[in-house]
């Protein structure tokens, strides 16, 4: 008498098989399912030959689309199983969990918050010297079930007692009736368990079942979770039912299918009652024989496919191992740990490695499913999915690489399209470091789709129903609300790399806006970088920017006129973030001086073309007598200006060590300064007169900071033996002081380096106080080229520059230097 009540676990292929049985004996009329009632118009998707579970039921409040909630199903969850047969058997299905109305209301204000007390829920229940407080503990019921049976792990458990043994026998309603049974003593111990909102929501689902059987009788069939079964059982009043629902928060909501992963079907998605190894139980579901003799043999392709050697004699074996590991532990069948057992010995010879492959691959396993174009979505998703079947981008789960070629159009779009979507805060793909190429004209993304991405793209349709409307409306409103001058410099960069020419200027003026009034040197100079990289992208890009160049010129000027007073009395902390400044300008004059008209680049058939979209060229334009197209008339003198500005840092007592030191080998690598002068002004701080902090902090400066210092001082002995004088000088109470500069100067160095270093040092320890010129050599070192070693190498230096032997000639005839250079 009564509905039928299946009680499930979420997820579960053994409760799936259940249910499927259960209802082809039942024949009901109505199938009544766990789950928000907003989607039952979603139901008949669920037939739709493009539908491919993992999917989820997404909710999402219409006025703010971040709070959503997901309702994810699998192909062997009990839940599809139940919509699916309903479907096939054209018997109406209906889900009758609280609305999403009231779950995404729920906890948005802590006072509307509803609370409903279960009877008795302060009662201590000391029966069995349990001592549990009943609202105090969130119970999960089958670790309890679990512990009580004798097991430490709940998954195993429920192997043993479900995924192993199937339906009854005799009885397709068995395991539903034991299973019902267990959580009404679970829930006479506990109570509500500690889920006090569960009170609520079978509140909601004893109205439905009662008006589901007014329309059918009792012949109405329940798909729950199998913790509520008791509750809906229990025989309670409409009017108490409808006390508890009484003045429970509201907020419009939409609701749609979306894909799902496999690697999000976990505990806390969903209910909160996933699953660790869906690829396990997938499995499990879809295999009706041999489930581990199919399961091994699914891992050796898997191991073959990565070129291991895994043969039939190895699945063989591993059956065999797993079967005596199941009899040994006492299990009516091998499940998931055994055979992962089995695969550990067998196949992978004991190493985790090629097991974590398995793991990660097929147990939990990288599916992703698909919806129909039928489902609802905003008009943004729409767009988006139009523009990812025109471009050729499918979303996947499983990460991987994308190169692209920017001369292409159709990669200039996908790189447009990637870039649009990180501006609306749809971070699909990442920028990642290109391995094969570093032209002008590539680019290298990492993408991934994840599920959580379908709120973010609802999210941003407030700005637009395009993705490039939302992404300029979205630049433009970011650019408004920016905090600070970089801020806004990076946004303009972000802009040209997508391409959003309608809200450059709104950027642009707001950028020329705050650059006028920011006073701060270190903000101009944290900002200047930015936009200077800016200005190369639209060169490259073909994108007007003299608006940007403009900005760029007053800014660096400012720069100029305002570091040197701001470096002045810096404690370390402020000292080091400026030294970071000073290099970060250096690097943006350069390539502010050296920019062009539109770059020209030939193809190797020498047709010249000017590229649709590329990010920023890192080779120097040539400059004027060499041919090329020389730096812009404004730009011209900036890099002179600059250079003024570093000897200015490099002389002032005021300055702290770090800065100076980082102006002097600065100007050093520009060519600005003779080495005799750099070691001038290196033994000037290196003398005893100095403070041992503040020389420790020039040396930081002067060949710290990952800039290629190491081999400075490798390759110029008269650096290096100040360097070495300095230090062995240092009194031994201001060692411990200076000893922590040292260290994370030349830690920073590649291990060759310090070693080179060392034995360097080791050699000619005996004369390098002296100051010796660079012209003298320490023992075992010659004091010139070795011309014999070096002819050693021209063969090998004509393999990788690809010379023929016409160019032996060419080789042969360099000069000292020239060879010198090659060989560095």
């Excluded at 004209?441 to 599920?451: A, C, K, Q, S």
């Excluded at 000897?647 to 005799?676: F, K, N, Q």
Aim: overall charge negative; aromatic content about 4%; charged content about 25%.
């Amino acid at each position: 008498m009564g509905p039928l009540l299946l009680g499930v676990r979420h997820h579960g292929p053994g409760s799936a098989r259940s249910v499927r049985a259960a209802l082809d004996v039942a024949r009901p009329g109505v199938v009544l399912i766990e789950g928000p009632p907003e989607a039952d118009a979603l139901i008949p998707l669920a037939a739709d030959e493009d539908m491919r579970p993992p999917v989820a039921l997404l909710a999402h409040a219409v006025d703010e689309p971040g709070r959503s909630a997901f309702w994810p199903l699998a192909e062997f969850s009990p839940e599809w199983v139940a919509i699916r047969w309903a479907l096939e058997h054209h018997i109406p299905a209906r889900f009758i969990d609280l609305p999403a109305t009231h779950t995404l209301a729920w906890g948005r204000d802590t006072e509307e918050e509803p609370t409903a007390e279960a009877p008795n829920a302060n009662d201590t229940d000391d029966s069995d010297n349990i001592h549990v407080t009943r609202a105090a503990v969130r119970v999960d019921p089958l670790g309890v079930l679990a512990e009580a049976a004798g097991y430490d792990d709940p998954e195993r458990w429920w192997e043993d007692v479900v995924e192993h043994r199937g339906a009854g026998a005799g009885d397709v309603f068995e395991p539903f009736t034991v299973l019902e049974e267990a959580m009404e003593v679970l829930r006479e111990t506990y109570g509500s368990g500690g889920h006090d909102r569960d009170l609520v929501r079978e509140a909601y689902m004893r109205l439905q079942v009662r008006a589901a059987q007014r329309e059918f009788g009792d012949d109405v069939a329940v798909v729950c979770g199998a913790w509520h079964v008791p509750a809906l059982r229990h025989r309670t009043t409409v009017a108490a039912d409808k006390a508890l629902l009484k003045g429970l928060p509201k907020v419009k909501a939409d609701m749609t299918w979306v894909p799902w992963t496999h690697r999000r079907l976990s505990r806390h998605s969903g209910y909160g009652a996933g699953i660790d190894s869906p690829g396990w139980y997938g499995h499990l579901f879809r295999t009706q024989d041999r489930p581990v003799e199919r399961w091994l043999t699914k891992v050796a392709g898997l191991l073959r496919e990565e070129d291991r050697t895994v043969s039939s004699a190895h699945v063989i074996e591993a059956v065999r191992l797993a079967e005596t590991l199941a009899a040994m532990r006492g299990r009516p069948l091998p499940g998931l740990s055994e055979t992962t057992d089995a695969v550990r010995a067998v196949m992978c010879e004991g190493s985790d490695v090629p097991l974590a492959l398995v793991q990660d691959r097929l147990v939990v396993g990288d599916m992703l499913g698909e919806v129909p174009q039928a489902a609802p979505a905003v008009p943004l998703q729409r767009d988006l999915d139009r523009l990812q079947r025109r471009l050729r981008l499918k979303p996947e789960a499983l990460e991987r690489e994308l190169e692209l070629d920017l001369r292409k159009e159709n990669d200039a779009e996908r790189s447009r399209l990637l870039h649009r979507l990180r501006l609306l805060g749809v971070a699909w793909g990442e920028p990642a470091a290109s391995r094969g190429s570093t032209g002008t004209f590539r680019e290298t993304w990492r993408l991934r789709w994840e599920p959580e991405l379908s709120v973010r793209v609802a999210e941003a349709g407030v700005w637009g129903t395009t993705v490039l409307a939302a992404a300029t409306a979205r630049a433009e409103a970011d650019a408004v609300s920016a905090s600070g001058l970089a801020d806004v410099t990076a946004l303009a960069e972000r802009c040209l790399l997508a391409e959003l020419p309608d809200a450059l200027p709104t950027v642009m003026q707001i950028l020329a806006d705050r650059a006028a009034l920011d006073a701060d040197v270190g903000h101009l100079a944290q900002a200047l970088p930015a936009l200077v990289r800016s200005l190369r992208y639209g060169d490259v890009r073909g994108t007007g920017t003299g608006a940007l160049a403009e900005v760029a010129s007053g800014l660096a000027e400012r720069v100029f006129v305002g570091l040197p007073p701001a470096c002045a009395a810096l404690d370390a902390e402020a000292a080091e973030e400026m030294r970071r400044h000073v290099d970060a300008v250096h690097g943006a004059v350069g390539l502010l001086s050296e920019v062009t008209a539109p770059e020209q680049h030939t193809s190797g058939d020498g047709v010249v073309s000017v590229p649709v979209g590329a990010v920023p060229a890192v080779a120097a334009v040539p400059a004027p007598d060499g041919g090329g197209d020389g730096p812009a008339p404004a730009h011209r003198g900036l890099r002179g200006r600059w250079l003024t500005v570093l000897r200015v840092l490099s002389g002032r007592d005021t300055v702290p060590g770090v800065i100076r030191g980082r102006a002097v080998r600065l100007l050093l690598d520009d060519g600005e300064l003779a080495h005799d002068e750099a070691a001038r002004l290196m033994g000037l701080v290196l003398s005893p007169g100095t403070e041992p902090g503040d020389a420790a902090a020039w040396i930081e400066g002067f060949v710290g900071g990952g800039s290629g210092g190491g081999m400075l001082l490798v390759h110029d002995d008269r650096l290096l033996g100040l360097v070495d004088a300095w230090l062995t000088g240092v009194p031994a109470q201001a060692f411990t002081d200076v000893l922590p500069l040292l260290r994370r100067t030349f830690s920073a160095y590649e291990p060759g380096v310090r070693r080179t270093l060392g034995e360097l040092v080791r050699r000619g320890s005996g004369q390098r106080g002296n100051g010796a010129g660079a012209g003298s050599a320490a023992p075992g070192f010659g004091a010139d080229l070795d011309g014999d070693r070096a002819d050693a190498v021209l063969p090998v230096v004509r393999l990788l520059l690809g010379l023929d032997d016409d160019h032996d000639d060419d080789l042969a005839n360099a000069d000292d230097n020239d060879l010198a250079g090659v060989a560095g």
